[in-house]
């Protein structure tokens, strides 16, 4: 009985991509408290509130993907046994349910932003990645990019910079990660951006390096927090010249690392 239970958790925790989830999760606390903003109780609240959000966004994909992943990704817990799918929605519903729960403890001007997180993910799954390829890139960098805005009503500059590094390096990863996923995705959505406009990659990596590199030297001695965020360009540069499936893994990897940098980036900001 332990051993089914362990299995099944550890499904449910691929399912949810425990990894991304939580780094959302600690990419609000960190803002929030970066910010000061509100007791900690109420922190943790929200940070649970959008890391639920998240859970449930990734589950509902896999469930939609279930065609997509046969091809692309055959080991996925659904395709390969480890949890059924009955299991799976059941799991997903008590998701959806604990963050509606949660976000009715906050405040609704706090509880807005992981319920639109929440519903962000479920359109992005169901709708608009069969309808077009570039406003669902698009859609997945802004909800991740509203995360650490959503900490602080003032909005301080810091964060703004933050976002605006999220957004840029999570649409460069979803680009790169639809040239990888094209054998699968190619029966079911639309053509990726980067097979339609190769050169639309590069100039949005050239963009990144110019942009972190002016930001850093316009925050020197004001914040540390975006500083050390954009320390994770030189990463970028290995990616620039890269247009190839070859490379497609290895940059969609990298460009997830730089993005995961803007968490102990706020923390060591505090």
Not at 46 to 73: E, Q, R
Not at 101 to 129: E, I, K, N, Q, T
Request: glycine letters at 4%.
């Amino acid at each position: 009985m332990w051993r089914t239970t362990y299995d099944f958790v550890l499904a449910l925790a691929r399912l949810i991509r425990l990894p991304n989830a939580l780094a959302i999760a600690l990419l609000y606390l960190a803002a929030s408290r970066y910010a000061a903003t509100g007791s900690l109780q109420f922190i943790i609240i929200s940070a649970s509130a959008w890391f639920l959000a998240a859970s449930a966004s990734y589950l509902f994909n896999d469930l939609v993907d279930v065609h997509v992943d046969a091809i692309n990704c055959p080991s996925r817990p659904l395709l390969h046994g480890d949890i059924s799918r009955r299991a799976a929605i059941c799991a997903g519903l008590v998701i959806i349910m604990t963050d509606l729960l949660l976000c009715l403890a906050l405040r609704p001007d706090v509880s807005l932003w992981p319920l639109l997180g929440l519903s962000g993910g479920l359109f992005y799954s169901s709708f608009v990645r069969y309808r077009s390829a570039a406003a669902a890139n698009i859609l997945t960098a802004t909800l991740i990019a509203v995360v650490p805005l959503s900490a602080s009503p003032e909005r301080r500059w810091p964060l703004v910079f933050i976002a605006v590094f999220l957004f840029a390096v999570t649409l460069a990863r979803e680009l790169k990660k639809d040239i990888l996923d094209y054998e699968g995705d190619k029966q079911f959505r639309p053509e990726p951006v980067l097979r339609r406009y190769p050169r639309f990659g590069k100039l949005l990596f050239a963009f990144l390096i110019v942009a972190g590199l002016s930001a850093t030297v316009m925050e020197c001695g004001l914040s540390r927090s975006f500083s050390f965020c954009v320390s994770g360009m030189p990463l970028l540069l290995i990616i620039f010249n890269s247009a190839g499936r070859n490379n497609a893994s290895l940059d969609s990897r990298l460009l997830k690392l730089a993005a995961y940098s803007s968490v102990p980036a706020l923390f060591l900001a505090m």
